[in-house]
């Protein structure tokens, strides 16, 4: 008797834990900072940053460009005045031009990107790491010496994940 109630309560906990229903709440993705550096012609950032994705959902197709699918990473710019950090994405400048009435004309540069779809037919969690290639205000006018990037991105669900802080990036004059 006594081993029919062991067998029964082994068997209980082998099912109890066998039976573990998968977890389907969509997880959002999550992003760790590897390094930042000025490319070699020093006109652009170039921000590596690992990814882990649970639901293995990230990446946008390439018919997938309007609405909230235009973008899927997401960066501000921030440059130090005075010791302050101030946002100054979208980047706006201020561009000679004769042909205006000003003088001048505004350029607008959005600092978004879209990261690739990534084919996961088994829908298994995704990890890797990714380089994006960032132009700063200095390719226009050197308007600060020092910046920053804030990044972070979305999944297929739109969850978003954490916010990673670059390192203060140095212009050389």
Same mark, same amino acid.
């Given at each position: 008797?006594?081993?029919?109630?062991?067998?029964?309560?082994?068997?209980?906990?082998?099912?109890?834990?066998?039976?573990?229903?998968?977890?389907?709440?969509?997880?959002?993705?999550?992003?760790?900072?590897?390094?930042?550096?000025?490319? +070699?012609?020093?006109?652009?950032? /170039?921000?590596?940053?690992?990814?882990?994705?649970?639901?293995?959902?990230?990446?946008?197709?390439?018919?997938?460009?309007?609405?909230?699918?235009? @973008?899927?990473?997401?960066?501000?710019? @921030?440059?130090?005045?005075?010791?302050?950090?101030?946002?100054?994405?979208?980047?706006?400048?201020?561009?000679?031009?004769?042909?205006?009435?000003?003088?001048?004309?505004?350029?607008?540069?959005?600092?978004?990107?879209?990261?690739?779809? /990534?084919?996961?037919? %088994?829908?298994?969690?995704?990890?890797?790491?990714?380089?994006?290639?960032?132009?700063?205000?200095?390719?226009?006018?050197?308007?600060?010496?020092?910046?920053? @990037?804030?990044?972070?991105?979305? %999944?297929?669900?739109?969850?978003?994940?954490?916010?990673?802080? +670059?390192?203060?990036?140095?212009?050389?004059?």
């Amino acid at each position: 008797m006594k081993r029919i109630t062991i067998l029964v309560i082994l068997f209980a906990i082998v099912i109890a834990v066998g039976c573990k229903k998968e977890n389907t709440t969509p997880q959002p993705p999550v992003i760790t900072f590897v390094a930042a550096q000025f490319s +070699t012609d020093k006109s652009a950032s /170039l921000v590596k940053f690992e990814f882990f994705d649970a639901n293995g959902d990230l990446g946008l197709r390439q018919e997938e460009n309007n609405g909230e699918q235009q @973008y899927n990473i997401f960066v501000d710019y @921030y440059e130090k005045e005075n010791g302050d950090w101030i946002l100054k994405s979208p980047i706006i400048a201020q561009i000679p031009d004769l042909n205006e009435p000003s003088g001048f004309r505004f350029d607008t540069t959005i600092t978004n990107l879209r990261f690739p779809f /990534l084919e996961n037919e %088994d829908v298994s969690s995704l990890t890797g790491e990714a380089q994006i290639e960032l132009f700063f205000n200095n390719f226009i006018k050197p308007l600060a010496d020092t910046f920053r @990037y804030e990044i972070y991105i979305n %999944d297929r669900a739109f969850q978003k994940s954490n916010i990673i802080v +670059t390192g203060e990036m140095i212009v050389a004059n």
